[in-house]
């Protein structure tokens, strides 16, 4: 099945690139630190974290690894949770004065994106903030050369960001997220300690297990690499390439761990199994969709994050309004499976398998339906939102929420069923709320 899903096409994609950093995964590799860091020649770091890790155990623990190899470390720590403009501008200058050789990232998400594109823009400023991002908002301008060495720790079990070349920033201006995305941007190395998660409270773990969870299912069931068109120059390849058998092998696995760990890992901290499962199944979902590509889930939860009203999450030391990113990824995924199964439902019936669905009697016809009640099983037994209702959005917010997200065009493309504006409003309308 597999196979005939890559069958070749007139005029379509023949190869497919992979591309992830050294990775390193295991209790306690955080004290790798300093030997890594040195094995890709760093002598100064520039260690970027956020202001609740600080003074914490894990930003202990890899200071005193960096100075034990010798190493020179300064500490950043001005980042917002949700990775900002500011944020970046405010890390690139810190870069900029420091006379650093590497970066060394420990945090989440929102720390190792702000790290990724303060790089950037410590090496190669420009006029306008905007030139690097993707079309239709930026530039899409390619990045002059290569970044510094980066060590990335992610302290949080979703993102995948240390296995990525992406980096996710809020525009405050336009009050709206955006992507830059470019090879360069792959860390050099990931240490990957799941005992990060230990002590994360339960919904956190929630939300950035529907991140790596929903990750998993887009790159499962997008497009075909031989769907898209053949490029001319291969070295311009870009990172959302389809479906290929490389994405198709980290993103399985990664939905068995979703399938049997979330719940376990969501509503008992002491389940240190389910935990480190789910950290590894972030990665995993990472080095997927880090060669793949999103689709819908990610691509329309950007109009839900531009769109929030006077939201307030609990567990979260953050300003409102504020949906966490997995959140606002899976909220909407139960209507948009619904939609999007019509265009490949092997694969999505394959993917409710890898997840526990029972599919005892389910034909193709059924595949985007048991999908969708999967999901919003185990968003019920995670205690997620029921539908956008409950993040306050109606039905007066459908037009607005897809005019919004119709902006990312590729992700959009990468689904397994053409999409337009139309549609789109339908699937929200569709995600208002789950019977
Ligand atoms: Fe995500």
Redesign the pocket.
């Known amino acids: 099945m597999g196979c005939q899903y890559f069958a070749p096409c007139d005029h379509g994609s023949e190869s497919f690139t992979i591309q992830i950093p050294k990775v390193t995964f295991g209790r306690g590799c955080l004290a790798e630190a300093g030997a890594r860091a040195a094995a890709i020649g760093m002598s100064r770091v520039a260690l970027f974290t956020d202001p609740f890790l600080q003074d914490g155990p894990y930003v202990k623990t890899v200071t005193q690894s960096l100075k034990a190899a010798g190493i020179d470390v300064a500490v950043f720590s001005e980042i917002r949770i949700e990775a900002d403009d500011a944020s970046v501008e405010r890390g690139a200058r810190f870069i900029a004065e420091g006379d650093f050789d590497g970066v060394v990232s420990v945090g989440g ?1 929102s720390v190792m994106d702000t790290a990724k594109a303060a790089m950037l823009y410590a090496l190669y400023p420009t006029d306008d903030f905007l030139d690097y991002f993707a079309p239709p908002l930026g530039a899409g301008k390619a990045m002059p050369g290569p970044l510094l060495p980066h060590l990335a720790c992610p302290t949080t079990s ?3 960001s240390e296995c990525t070349s992406i980096s ?1 920033i809020r525009i405050t201006e336009l009050d709206t997220k955006f992507v830059i995305a470019s090879p360069v941007m792959l860390a050099n190395a990931a240490l990957i300690d799941p005992a990060c998660c230990d002590s994360l409270p339960g919904n956190v773990v929630a939300s950035t297990g529907f ?2 969870l ?2 998993a299912i887009e790159c499962y069931t997008a497009k075909a690499y031989t769907q898209w068109a053949k490029i001319e120059d291969p070295t311009k390849r870009p990172l959302i390439q389809g479906a290929n058998p490389w994405s198709d092998l980290a993103a399985r696995k990664a939905l068995e761990i979703a399938g049997e760990y979330l719940v376990r890992g969501v509503n008992d901290a002491s389940d240190q199994e389910a935990r480190d499962q789910l950290m590894w199944g972030a990665s995993l979902a990472g080095m997927a ?1 880090g060669n793949s590509g ?1 689709h819908l889930p ?1 691509a329309m ?1 950007y109009g839900v994050t531009h769109l929030m009203r006077e939201i307030t999450t609990k567990g979260y030391a953050v300003e409102s309004p504020f949906i966490p ?2 959140i606002s ?1 899976v909220v909407s995924a139960p209507a948009i499976f619904r939609y999007a199964a019509e265009g490949a439902p092997e694969r999505h019936l394959e993917a409710a398998g890898y997840l526990s669905a029972d599919l005892r009697d389910a034909g193709n016809d059924d595949a985007g339906e048991v999908v969708a009640r999967r999901l919003i099983s185990l968003m019920k037994q995670t205690a997620m939102p029921n539908g956008l209702n409950d993040l306050g959005f109606t039905a007066a917010d459908v037009k607005a929420l897809a005019a919004s997200s119709i902006r990312q065009g590729r992700a959009i493309a990468n689904a397994p069923r053409e999409t337009n504006l139309q549609d789109m409003e339908n699937i929200y309308t569709a995600a208002l709320s789950y019977a």
């Open positions: 998400g979703g993102t995948g996710v991140d790596l929903s990750h969709f999103t990610h939860s990113h997995g990824v």
